[in-house]
């Protein structure tokens, strides 16, 4: 086999990698995993509490 022969086959083996993990991504049995892997940037985020977000003269006192 000479080099354009090699070469050949190693594109050939990368397109179809390229396209198999394409497939994979947008996959609809895929989709449930990478929206909680969208939130996880957001996961260590608290929301306030109600308590929190009524203005100090209307809290409670502790």
């Known amino acids: 086999m ?3 022969t090699l ?3 190693g594109t050939v083996l990368t397109m179809i990698a390229f396209l198999g993990v394409c497939w994979w991504a947008y996959s609809a049995r895929n989709k449930k995993g990478f929206e909680e892997a ?3 940037p957001f996961a260590d985020e608290q929301l306030p509490s109600q ?3 009524q203005p100090p003269s209307q809290q409670k006192d502790k």
């Open 38 to 40: 969208s939130k996880l």
């Open 51 to 53: 308590e929190d977000a």
């Open 7 to 9: 070469q050949g086959i």
């Open 2 to 4: 000479d080099q354009g």
